[in-house]
């Protein structure tokens, strides 16, 4: 028994010390979705810095230390793995997809790239963001959505394109809009040559035909290294829109319909038909003027033009498929009537994308949409024939009906009633966007994809006066088509070797275009009854321009990572341009970026509460700008001069071989964070140079010639930007999630070519009020300084330059008093769930920013009886210490106190609630037992409802009504303010 005993403990001993002895132990990891293995993984003794990673046939060998417990196996994309260590020395260990962080990759251009992995700074805005939302296009969708994305509503009017600038933009003049990219397909922009001015002063928005119940995501690319890839059109920002798409499994069927009112957010308010007459009268008398025998009807012009605004929307689609084909088939009806009388708008689009898997190596696709639109259009806001232009400044004692009950022409402010009534302007447009492809996968990695892609834009205008307004009547029929075909071929190879990694495209792209404008006029008409300019007895105009340009692309992208941490990237393109000089066809841009991921070295822990995932990224760049018309280096002459009564030609545009694209240079440099396992943090400086910038510039008249491109000036935005996605609170049945971003961009003119002001600095007009000057924004103000009411002389006063008072100010006295672009803006959103109730609630905001109101010239001319008065001007100056509005109303200034200054130029600060939703979700097992309902969500909105502004601000902050224009920014002439919206509607899912 005792030696017995003695065999036992001999045997623990050594048991025991072979297992308190480190060992090694080896695998094989494997995904679960293929069972293939899987480079690259990392494998960590739990709580130790002790580990290794995967080789190329996903083995592994790592020495463990006694009293070891379990290994940790993680690799991006793949749930984290925490495995027992048994008494083998052989473990295997398979991998679960992390769905989540799979979809978690962001769309680049010609590709997409993992979150995790990529260098390039971008923003994307995904469907969920925007569902359900009552959205005419897709931009508004972007507004407050995307750190560093400045975006401005030009106004109220249905089809009006949005201000949209990317880190500042990136020119001074030239096009600023940025590239839209749908599907792969770069859009046709040009936005100002495709109608007459109707419908505002800015331009049509580009992205009307397409419906924003289509969209998957939006991604912004902002910095060099997403932007260069497109390089001469890449310098504004591109931001690609991605469409829906089939996935395999049980055909989904969804209907939403919206039904909605509006309202405009804010008016300012006007003298009634008895309070004019009084002001009148008693601004005469004190003037010993003798008073007329004013009407006495009268009429309120506002009341007579807004309406309740209303809107329907449905929106239909079906999407699945099986292992080799996929299908999304999505359809959109909207009927949308503005506030106004004469503004509607009308939608119809339908789209089709399918994807079918030919064999394991042949891929073809298609992505179509096809859309109509008919709009009822407005004259532009800054004439008399807008509706809300003319409500404002019409006489508020002439009536639209004359003693007959029938429609009377009041004169120079157009009875913009009568025209809504008896008028036409229509503008109707078709376009077909789209693209095919075949993808061959050539040997595993390696793969070669050719697409050719279509934008086809046709625009119909009819425009028709009766003989009320223009004796005869008047009429123009303009028709553009604007027809686009885009060819583009890549190659990529994505291999793993170890632990490196690397992907390479190489491509090759042609496209071209070709705009077509018509326009026929005519007037004097034997009845109102015959529409069409055919049937004027006085023909106009009859022109044709044709326009053709073509960009041919040779591009590449290099990408590398070593063991997930270290991250290279590099990208070239290089642009042929029929836009440009034969000296300067072809330019260059490229760009570099590297990252750090931080979080997957040995040295970081991440058990820890703080970080959990940590990357650095820097780039630099170039992109350009292409946006200046059609064939500006080509010396001409432009016919139908006269000359001695002979036909002749007169010097139109100087040649200029050297004429080429802008050229913006970005350095960027960004931390990215996972904190406290709830928040993701993202942070951006960047500074962008824009050199060569495509200017006007003046030349001598004894020369033939008014002015002529060039590339000269210069320009700098410099600026960070800060966005935070937070999940607060995740529970059962609540939850609580916040999203916020801030974009700060200082914006500098650097250099401009001869022009100096009063005080020496080169300056380039953008308008009478707002110029670009050197060391200052490209779109400061500049004007007199209006001092206010003096209350002991009743007197209106202004400040000269030097700062003292002045009651007589002149145009030397203007200086630089603001600016229209803003010093940060961004938005918040805030998302709670309980149970099946939903609350959302989206703020943005705009700080730093000037607005100049040009209609407050007309409303608050003191001395003028041609037009209708703010009542503002009611409140003026009758004694010794009034603080009153306006002058005396015998004070030697009552006839210039309109003029342009300060007066006019408001803070255009501002927080809005801009969208509030509330829905309701029915259960699951309510919709189980019905068995044909997979969701059914009622929801009510509404946009624009409420809006912290400056006290003193007169109508909507948000507005810039000449749309897309980079020297002009923050103006309106009495633009229509943005509708206050309430949509009621319901989403089913079968």
Known sequence: MKKLLQSLFILLFFASTAIAQDRTITGTVTSSDDKLPIPGVSVRVTGTQ??????????????????????????????????????????????ESDAKTLSDVVVVGYGQQSKALTTQTTATVKAESFKNMPIQTPQQALQGQAAGVNMINSSGVLGSEAQITIRGGGSISAGGRPLYVVDGVPLNSNGTEYGQTQGGSSALNPLINISPNDIESMTVLKDASAVAIYGS???????????????????????????????????????????????????????????????????????????????????????????????YLGGTYSDESGYTLGNNLKRLSGRLNIDHKISDKFTVGLNYNLSHIDMDRIGAENNTYAPITAAYLQLPYVTPYGPDGKFQNTGFVANVIAIAETGINKNYSDRSTGNAYLEYKIVPGLRLKTDWGIDNYAIDEKYRETDLLTPGGYAYRTHYTDNKWVNTNTLNYDKTFGKHTIAALAGYSFETATLTQMMVEG???????????????????????????????????????????????????????????????????????????????????????????????????????????????????ASGSNYLGEAGLTPNIVSNPDLSWEETAQFDIGVSARLFKAIDVQFNFYNKNTTGALLTVPYPYTTGYASANRNVGKMRNRGYEVSINSDNIVGRDFTWRTSFNIGFNKNTIIDLPANPDEDGRNFITGSTVQRAITGYSKNSFYLIRYNGINPQTGNAEWLKKDGSVTTSPLASDRVIVGKGNPDFSGGITNTFTYKNFDLSAFFNFSYGNDVYLDGLQFADNFGSGSYNKSVKLLDYWKQPGDNAFAPAL???????????????????????????????????EFLQKSKLFSSVRIYFQGQNIWTIKDKDFRGDPEISADGASNLVLGQSFFALPQAKTFTFGVNIGL
């Open 890 to 924: 015998n004070s030697a200034t009552r006839t210039t106190y309109h003029q342009a200054s300060t007066k006019q130029l408001m803070d255009g600060s501002y927080m809005r609630l801009k969208t509030l939703s509330v829905g309701y979700s029915f259960p699951k």
């Open 523 to 637: 007037s004097g008409f034997v009845s109102d009854d015959l529409p069409n300019v055919g049937s004027a007895s006085t023909p106009i105009t009859a022109s044709e321009n044709v326009y053709d340009w073509a960009l041919q692309s040779f591009f590449g992208r290099f990408n590398y990572d070593f063991d997930k941490k270290y991250l290279f990237e590099a990208s070239l393109r290089r642009d042929g341009s029929s836009r440009f000089g034969p000296n300067k066809k072809y330019g260059n841009f490229y760009a570099l970026s590297g990252g750090w991921l931080i979080s997957n070295e040995a040295f970081f822990n991440k058990d820890n509460k703080i970080a959990q995932n940590l990357k650095l990224t820097a780039s630099y760049g170039t992109a350009g700008n292409d946006n200046i018309g059609f064939n500006r280096y080509i010396g001409t002459y």
């Open 50 to 95: 002790i580990g290794t990673v995967t080789d190329a046939n996903g083995k592994y060998s790592v020495k463990v230390p006694s009293g070891s417990k379990t290994l940790d196996f993680s690799f991006i994309g793949y749930l984290v793995k925490n495995q027992a260590i048994t008494a083998s020395n052989t473990i295997n260990v398979t991998l």
């Open 233 to 327: 059109r890449g310098a504004n920002g591109v931001i690609l829109i991605t469409t829906k798409k089939g996935a395999s499994g049980k055909t989904r069927i969804n209907a939403d319909y919206q039904n909605g009112f509006s309202s405009p957010t804010a008016l300012d308010e006007m003298m009634t038909a008895d309070q004019f007459r009084q002001f009148r009268t008693d601004y005469l008398k004190a003037n010993n003027t003798a008073v007329p025998a004013y009407p006495t009807t009268s009429f309120n012009w506002l009341d007579g033009i807004v309406r309740t605004g209303k809107s329907n929307t449905v929106n239909l689609s079906a999407s699945g498929g099986d292992d080799k084909t996929k299908f």
